[in-house]
Structure formats: structure tokens, C-alpha cells
């Protein structure tokens, strides 16, 4: 918490560390991970901040009001982008039957839907990840 | 119905798993059973990646370092002794 060499290495690598979650969420449907594993990488930068930084400087960068709108909004994107495929006459979660285009096969927009729903699911992913940790920090010992 | 045989390299690790199961369960030092529960996510990660699921291998690894966090954190709040 108060180690000079700590703070600046992690000044230098948690922006790349979040850029890899971010990687990691987005390109879920064309290589290996997915919103799960990539959520866990973003939230998992913000907890090596506050272990690093303390605790005070942590919440002040995930107020608490923050993580919960996350939440509920992850969730409520994911059940929206479920619907496109209702409003467009297909099933709950369609994605070409709901006449999306697909694109070229192995290209970052391949996905349809699946890109937009997942980063709903990492960000929620993500925001829990930092609750939790958040949730026993706080604890008294 | 055929057996696939595993390569060496993998027998190992399976069997480092297994060691590590049961060490964690006999080991009384919370943060002791932590840091093999590390070393076992570690291991479980390598094996999902020579089964070629390197999907589950990224989700194992993620995943499994949360967890020691979380527990780290749970320690560091709690009883370090098992009763």
C-alpha cells in the first residue's frame, strides 16, 4: 500500500490489463474467452488497484452507486437484446433469424448480436467481481 | 468405443491435481491451502489447454486467480488457524 516501485508498475500495466479484458470481452465469438473470462480480467484490474492504492482511492474510482446501475443495466441489456429478435418476429435471442447480418465469417462484426450481449455481460460480470471484493474489504476484521 | 490415451505430460499434471486435492483438504493453514489452491488452478489451467479448450483454459486461469483473491481477502478478515 505504500510501496513507490508497486504504485508505478501498476500505473503502467492496468490500463493494458484493462485493454485485455476489454480484448478478451469483445472478441468472445471469434477466439478463445468470452464475456465470462474477460469480465473477471477487467474487474480484476480494478481490484489490484485497490489492494495497491487502499481502499479509500478504490471506491472513489467504483462508487458504489456505479456498480450497482452496472449491474442491473448488464442484465437488462442482455434481456433487451434478447427482444430484438421478438420485435422482428423470431424467437427470444435470435440472431440471423431475425435477418442480422452476419457478415464475413471470422471478422469482429461476425457475431451479430452476440458482441453487443456479451459486452453486457462482461461489464456485469465485471462490476460483480468488484462488488464482492468490495463487500468483504469493507468488513471489520 | 475407443480409449484415448493421455500423453505423459498430462498424466503428470493429472496426478499433481490430485495431490493437490488432498493437500488442501489435510493442510489446517488457511493461507497455506491458498497458496496450493493457486498452484492447483494453475495446473487445472495447463491440462484444459492440452485437451484443447483453450476457451475454458483463459476461463479457469481468470477465474481461479479471483478466487485466491477473494479468499486472501476472506483470510485477511478472519481466522487464519482452521479451528
Same mark, same amino acid.
Request: charged content about 15%; cysteine-free; proline content about 3%.
Given at each position: ?9 501498476a ?29 473477471i ?14 481502499l ?11 456498480t ?5 443495466y ?21 440472431n ?26 462482461g461489464?456485469?460480470?465485471a462490476?460483480?467481481m ?8 469493507e468488513?471489520?476484521? | ?11 503428470v499434471?493429472?496426478? %499433481?491435481l490430485?495431490?493437490?486435492?488432498? /493437500? ?5 493453514d &488457511?493461507l497455506?491451502?491458498? =497458496?496450493?489452491?493457486? $498452484? ?10 492440452q485437451?484443447?479448450?483453450?476457451? %475454458? ?5 481468470? /477465474? ?5 483473491? &477473494?479468499?486472501?481477502?476472506v =483470510?485477511?478478515?478472519? $481466522?487464519?488457524?482452521?479451528?
Amino acid at each position: 500500500m505504500r510501496d513507490f516501485i508497486l504504485k508505478r508498475v501498476a500505473a503502467l500495466l492496468l490500463p493494458f490489463i484493462q485493454m485485455y479484458g476489454l480484448y478478451v470481452i469483445l472478441h468472445g465469438h471469434v477466439s478463445p474467452g468470452g464475456s465470462f473470462a474477460g469480465g473477471i480480467v477487467v474487474g480484476l484490474a480494478f481490484i489490484a488497484f485497490t489492494t495497491i492504492y487502499g481502499l479509500e482511492r478504490g471506491r472513489a474510482k467504483v462508487p458504489e452507486k456505479v456498480t450497482t446501475l452496472v449491474e442491473s443495466y448488464g442484465t437488462l441489456w442482455y434481456g433487451m437484446m434478447g427482444m430484438v429478435g421478438v420485435f422482428k418476429g423470431a424467437p427470444f435471442l435470435a440472431n440471423k433469424m431475425a435477418g442480422i447480418d452476419l457478415g464475413e465469417l471470422g471478422a469482429l462484426s461476425s457475431g451479430g448480436l452476440i458482441g453487443l450481449i456479451g459486452l453486457g455481460v462482461g461489464i456485469r460480470v465485471a462490476s460483480t467481481m468488484i462488488t464482492l471484493f468490495f463487500t468483504m474489504m469493507e468488513e471489520e476484521p | 468405443m475407443g480409449f484415448t490415451a493421455v500423453d505423459y505430460g498430462t498424466m503428470v499434471m493429472l496426478l %499433481i491435481l490430485v495431490v493437490a486435492s488432498l /493437500a488442501m483438504y489435510f493442510i489446517k493453514d &488457511l493461507l497455506h491451502a491458498v =497458496i496450493v489452491y493457486g $498452484a492447483y488452478t494453475l495446473i487445472m489451467a495447463l491440462v484444459w489447454l492440452q485437451m484443447n479448450t483453450p476457451d %475454458i483454459a483463459i476461463t479457469e486461469a481468470a /477465474a481461479g486467480i479471483a478466487m485466491t483473491v &477473494l479468499m486472501m481477502v476472506v =483470510i485477511s478478515r478472519t $481466522a487464519r488457524k482452521e479451528d
